[in-house]
């Protein structure tokens, strides 16, 4: 079929006329789209305007408080929101499908929902209601979170038995409506709470009371059921004080390794803010030590439903459910005996105390024990203190590396000046001319200072360094390893030689260097075994064969005729050095130390403003080993 030329240019024309038309809106419904998401991820849509479900105009300020309402528990997280594709247009309306993920509780709820949208006066405009929310919801619906907390994982010991356990506990608090008489509450509180040994700050509870509403459980106290038991009766028969049964996460005692292991209990609204929809007011989280450090392994995954709570009788509304998940155990190398000789060794002092034992064989500190009672402070780790005389042990090491022998001859005079500091030895004893090794017995300060020219002025830190002192260790938990005076003036270098200066340790690395010595090589000590650690420092060198026989020597002579030997008819080939710690200006204010090894375990005490070294830590480490046979 011929076509003519004038028909083929005028279809030519009319369809370059049809793409030039101008679309029906003056601008694609895009940007309404993205702006509403935006506002809506922000959970903040006062700023913009909207028409309801029913075609009517929505303020902004109306919408914000439909989507409070109906987001119910949800409304403090709002989601993350995804356009899925371009708008469907038609006409003079359009829908986008949305993907909405929500944070809930440490899940995610997912799914798509639709929003529409309007053309008015070439102006787009987003539909909002509750369906556009969650497509299963009503107006008058209101999101709820329920959550079902997962097992809490153990804390176990080195032979991978659960140290921690659920074990019943009582909560102890007051109703205001029911309190006749505030003054007779606390006073009975206070006498009842000194009776149990339990320390509690009463001073604010009046206060709490006034402020809270007459039905509301103003809570004191959480206390294990045992202790609960013994005061019970005076509790029961106070007006206004109610009690609430439940469980905890506990050690085998409230002395057990408290301050390593830490406590559990409920949410604090610091640690809700910090993060933000994980939590609800209730859950157990852990509130201190290991269990703080280790709480998102052991608290595992809850289990959560988002529903639309129905009235009583029916069930309520599941939009998203998951399982929980039961939490990971954390394993240490604590041995529970052990655990418990040491907290019982520490028991009958009340000044702040440490005791660490580290089995040698296999690095594993087997006791962390810290006083007085359930200590909270952690110093078996954590303290930073002059080792005092206990540091005689690494200027030893050095001078006998230097070629010096137990037998060498070091004066002990009364005094000792250098550089215009002087030093003296307790109780001003004067030894005389006498072996070295008898100067390590009877701890003879003086001694010590005189030899710090024997040694570098970086030398003593490098062979503190060869014992694992003052060098990163890493076992999963805090940890102070030690601080050593280094390139000092002389009188400072004389002053470290003896622990004193600016010399720091914890009882934990004192204990570290006794197991070094004993094998003869450092190693760091294991605490947590699982999850395992992820930088734990290299192995030292091979030390000295020739040194440690003649130190260990020394350590023997300490207990069968120097400054330990109240212990000389312990069973067992007990080894150690004594330190007694100046720390201020007072010379009268010394702290107590005792460390050294027997067997297989290396140990070290030490006693808070203790005095001498005989008064506490000697007969600590005596209890000790007495326990543990």
């Known amino acids: 079929m011929v076509v003519s030329i004038r028909r083929v240019i005028a279809l030519a024309a009319a369809v370059a006329l049809l793409g030039t038309l101008p679309a029906c809106s003056s601008k694609p419904p895009d940007d309404s789209f993205t702006t509403f998401l935006g506002a809506w991820e922000k959970g903040n849509l006062s700023g913009l305007k909207f028409l309801g479900p029913d075609g009517k105009a929505l303020a902004g300020d109306a919408a914000q408080k439909l989507w409070t309402t109906v987001a119910g528990d949800l409304a403090t997280q709002p989601p993350k929101l995804t356009l899925k594709g371009a708008p469907a247009v038609k006409d003079d309306n359009a829908s986008a499908v949305v993907h909405v993920a929500w944070p809930v509780a440490g899940s995610t709820w997912e799914y798509d929902t639709t929003v529409d949208a309007k053309r008015i006066d070439k102006e787009w405009t987003v539909t909002f209601g509750a369906k556009t929310i969650n497509p299963q919801l009503e107006a008058t619906d209101k999101l709820a979170v329920r959550k079902s907390a997962g ?6 010991d080195g032979a991978g038995q659960p140290i921690v356990s659920a074990k019943p506990v009582v909560i102890i608090g007051v109703e205001p ?14 006498d009842a709470f000194k009776q149990a040994n339990v320390s509690v700050d009463l001073s604010g509870l009046p206060d709490q009371v006034k402020k809270a509403a007459p039905d509301a459980f103003v809570q004191i106290i959480t206390v294990r059921k045992e202790i609960f038991d013994t005061i019970a009766n005076k509790l029961n028969s106070t007006p206004g004080v109610i009690t609430r049964n439940s469980t905890q996460a506990l050690a ?3 002395q057990f390794a408290r301050a390593l292991l830490g406590s559990t209990g409920e949410v604090t609204k610091e640690i809700m803010d910090k993060n933000p929809g994980k939590y609800k007011i209730g859950d157990v989280v852990g509130l201190s030590g290991l269990q703080q450090r280790y709480d998102s392994v052991l608290q595992g995954k809850p289990g959560v439903k988002v529903v639309v709570p129905m009235p009583t009788g029916t069930p309520d509304k599941q939009l998203f459910a998951t399982d929980p998940t039961a939490g990971t155990g954390v394993k240490l190398t604590l041995d529970v005996n052990l655990q418990n000789a040491a907290e019982a060794a520490l028991a009958g002092d009340q000044r702040r105390s440490a005791l660490v034992a580290i089995r040698i064989s296999d690095n594993s500190i087997v006791a962390l024990a810290n006083g007085p009672g359930a200590a909270v402070n952690n110093f078996a780790l954590v303290g930073q203190t002059p080792p005092g005389s206990t540091f005689k042990a690494v200027t030893a090491l050095a001078v006998l590396d230097k070629g010096m022998t137990g037998e060498d001859v070091v004066n002990c005079p009364k005094t000792l000046t250098v550089d215009g500091r002087t030093f003296k030895n307790s109780h001003d004893e004067e030894l005389g001319n006498v072996p070295l090794r008898t100067d390590f017995a009877k701890s003879c300060n003086t001694a010590f200072a005189s030899l710090a020219p024997k040694i570098a002025p970086d030398g003593l830190g ?5 014992l694992g002192i003052g060098i990163p260790w890493d076992l999963g938990a805090d940890v102070f390893t030690g601080k050593v005076s280094v390139n000092g003036a002389k009188a400072e270098q004389a002053a470290a030689a003896f622990g004193q200066g600016t010399n720091l340790a914890s009882p934990v690395s004192l204990a570290g260097a006794a197991a070094a010595i004993a094998r003869g090589q450092w190693k760091q000590p294991q605490l947590v075994l699982e999850p395992a650690p992820k930088s734990p420092a290299a192995d030292g060198p091979a030390l000295n064969p020739a040194s440690l026989d003649a130190l260990r020597a020394m350590m023997r002579q300490v ?11 312990l069973p067992g080939d007990l080894r150690g050095k004594t330190g007694t710690a100046e720390y201020d200006n007072n010379p009268a204010h010394t702290h107590s130390w005792f460390m050294g090894y027997r067997g297989d375990i290396a140990f070290c ?4 403003n203790g005095g001498a070294s005989t008064a506490a830590a000697v007969p600590i480490a005596g209890k000790f080993f007495q326990t543990i046979g």
């Open 605 to 608: 005490v030490f006693v808070e």
């Open 177 to 190: 409506r029911s309190i006749t008489d505030i003054g007779i509450v606390v006073r009975n509180l206070t």
């Open 559 to 569: 207990v069968t005729d120097g400054t330990a030997s109240q212990l000389k008819d």
């Open 151 to 156: 097992t809490r994982g153990s804390i176990l």
């Open 462 to 466: 490098k062979t503190a360094q060869s």
């Open 252 to 254: 085998p005692s409230a």
